[in-house]
């Protein structure tokens, strides 16, 4: 959850509009980005066993140590990670929701990655016109990773739902 103001912050950008609100969407959408590179890059699949270095996870993820340290810094303020002598570990948050093992949430990441960073990309042009570039099934289609994201988050939802929905049509 990139953006959580707390109770000043609220009343100061949202209730007495003495702050740029706008400004939390901005870092809200900066945050999907780097959670959704997180997902991509493997990282908390990485950490699900045992806390890492920024430096042993670049090397087991192949990646660079300096972006790690940035990475992981910013995954522990938006509280998917935490910091502790050194070592990064996923939250509880983060190893319910979002491992492969566990929900499965991290493919609705790498599914909206796909559709904001590719097929959202002419979204003004569609404004304009009242009309997709593009059907979205179409486009799925065409695209084997985003349509396997896009399944395995589905299940995802399905697994997570399931229970209530059939003790709902029972």
Same mark, same amino acid.
Request: no cysteine; glycine share 8%; charged share 15%.
């Given at each position: ?19 740029? =609100? ?35 996870? &670049? ?16 995954? &522990?303020?938006? =509280? ?5 002598? =050194? ?16 929900? =499965? ?55 997570? &739902? ?9």
């Amino acid at each position: 959850m990139p953006i959580q103001p707390n109770f000043l912050e609220q009343m100061i950008f949202l209730n007495l509009n003495l702050g740029p =609100g706008v400004i939390l969407d901005i870092w809200s959408g900066i945050g999907l980005r780097v959670i959704v590179a997180a997902v991509r890059l493997g990282v908390f699949e990485a950490l699900a066993d045992a806390p890492l270095t920024p430096e042993a996870l &670049a090397q087991q993820i192949s990646a660079h140590p300096r972006g790690m340290k940035v990475l992981l810094s910013t995954l &522990a303020a938006f =509280g998917y990670v935490r910091e502790r002598d =050194g070592a990064y570990a996923n939250t509880a948050m983060t190893a319910k929701w979002m491992l492969r093992r566990s929900a =499965g949430f991290d493919a609705g990441f790498e599914f909206w990655g796909f559709n904001l960073f590719q097929l959202m990309n002419n979204l003004e042009d569609s404004l304009r016109t009242g009309q997709p570039p593009l059907n979205l099934y179409e486009w799925i289609e065409t695209q084997p990773e985003a349509s396997h994201a896009f399944q395995q988050w589905m299940v995802a939802i399905a697994k997570f &739902a399931g229970d209530e929905i059939v003790r709902k049509v029972a």
